[in-house]
């Protein structure tokens, strides 16, 4: 009798341990939060510079510092550009703006774009679409457009796993939307023209 009354919770152990099992051997996590998301994304736009172009300036007390305002909100529209060099200087030097916003160098003046949700930034942009981008270097994701131009290291980035591609995107839908029409590129032979 005493056997037949062991059975049931002898069972029970037995369900628990192999339900346990089962869990744990598929290796399979539960898929990431929003929130977890979005905090593991600006960990990774931190530490990956990306504030270091995509955020308009302002003086601190150690130098030029990530305005919080304009964050990531690429180069202001309108700003003009200080005359850059001539040209055999922008043909064999990169040459930053103040602001660290525009780049000049052989392929012309470039500008750092506009990461936040604005629609004149990244808003409306889909996972593939920042994909492309950022994985295949093209201009607003868009296949057939021209390449993202220098200095932005996207071939740096072509192996991030779709977990951090999928946090990058997340964090950079949440920002503050900040409206910045960045300007298109310069061509090298306008580069110099005061």
Same mark, same amino acid.
């Given at each position: 009798?005493?056997?037949?009354? @062991?059975?049931?919770? +002898?069972? /029970?152990?037995?369900? *628990?341990?192999? $339900?346990s099992c089962n869990n744990n051997s598929t290796g399979l996590a539960s898929a990431?939060?929003?929130?977890?998301?979005?905090?593991?994304?600006?960990? +990774?736009?931190?530490?990956?510079?990306? #504030?270091? @172009?995509?955020?308009?300036?302002?003086?601190?007390?150690?130098?030029?510092?990530?305005?919080?305002?304009? /964050?990531? %909100?690429?180069?202001?529209?309108? +700003?003009? +550009?200080?005359?850059a060099a001539d040209t055999t200087t922008s043909k064999n030097w990169l040459l $930053?703006?103040?602001?660290? !916003?525009? *780049?000049?160098?052989?392929?012309?003046?470039?500008?750092?774009?506009?990461?936040?949700?604005?629609?004149?930034?990244?808003?409306?942009? !889909?996972?593939?679409? $920042?994909?492309?981008?950022?994985?295949?270097?093209?201009?607003?994701?868009?296949?057939?457009?021209?390449?993202?131009?220098?200095?932005?290291?996207?071939? #740096?980035?072509?192996?991030?796993?779709?977990?951090?591609?999928?946090?990058?995107? !997340?964090?950079?839908? %949440? !920002?503050?939307?900040?409206?910045?029409?960045?300007?298109?590129?310069?061509?090298?032979?306008?580069?110099?023209?005061?």
């Open positions: 009798m005493k056997k037949l009354a @062991c059975i049931p919770a +002898l069972m /029970l152990v037995l369900g *628990f341990i192999l $339900f990431p939060s929003k929130d977890s998301l979005i905090k593991r994304g600006a960990y +990774l736009v931190t530490t990956m510079g990306c #504030n270091d @172009c995509h955020s308009p300036k302002k003086m601190g007390p150690n130098g030029p510092e990530p305005d919080p305002d304009r /964050l990531l %909100s690429g180069h202001p529209a309108g +700003l003009p +550009l200080p005359p $930053f703006n103040p602001g660290v !916003t525009a *780049f000049v160098g052989p392929w012309g003046t470039s500008f750092a774009a506009n990461l936040t949700s604005d629609p004149t930034g990244m808003g409306g942009w !889909t996972i593939e679409r $920042f994909s492309k981008a950022l994985r295949e270097g093209k201009y607003n994701g868009i296949e057939g457009t021209r390449a993202i131009l220098p200095p932005m290291p996207w071939p #740096n980035y072509t192996h991030v796993s779709d977990q951090d591609l999928l946090a990058l995107f !997340t964090y950079l839908q %949440s !920002t503050k939307p900040v409206k910045n029409l960045v300007p298109q590129p310069i061509p090298p032979g306008a580069v110099a023209k005061k």
